[in-house]
Nanobody
Framework: QVQLVESGGGLVQAGGSLRLSCAAS????????IGWFRQAPGQEREFVAA???????YYGDSVKGRFAVSRDSAKNTVYLEMSSLNPEDTAVYYC????????????????WGQGTQVTVSS
């Protein structure tokens, strides 16, 4: 069983930055791939980024070059550094975990956090 808790969301002006955290309660963190997804009102859940236990990362086209994922294995935590934010980034951000490779499909992740709201004002 894996429990995930996101934090770090909030209100930021366009052009600003935020760092989201995803803390995992599990003994198997080193075997997990962590994905970040977001969902805006009335829209489908969108893949944002992912990282695997080897330090590999992958990004969605809409955030490439602006967002960065990192892991702190000592803290069982994955971070999503978001910069150059714009109003289109406004959404609830979720982290998710799966055993195995990074994937971009949300229904292949077995464990989900509760989400954290990110609002970017223009």
């Amino acid at each position: 069983q894996v429990q995930l808790v996101e934090s770090g969301g909030g209100l930021v002006q366009a052009g600003g930055s935020l760092r989201l955290s995803c803390a995992a309660s599990t003994r198997t963190f080193s075997s997990l791939s962590i994905g970040w997804f977001r969902q805006a009102p009335g829209q489908e859940r969108e893949f944002v980024a992912a990282s695997n236990w080897r330090g590999g990362t992958y990004y969605g086209d809409s955030v490439k070059g602006r967002f960065a994922v990192s892991r702190d294995s000592a803290k069982n935590t994955v971070y999503l550094e978001m910069s150059s934010l714009n109003p289109e980034d406004t959404a609830v951000y979720y982290c998710a975990a799966r055993v195995g490779a990074m994937v971009v499909t949300s229904n292949m992740y077995a464990y989900w956090g509760q989400g954290t709201q990110v609002t970017v004002s223009s």
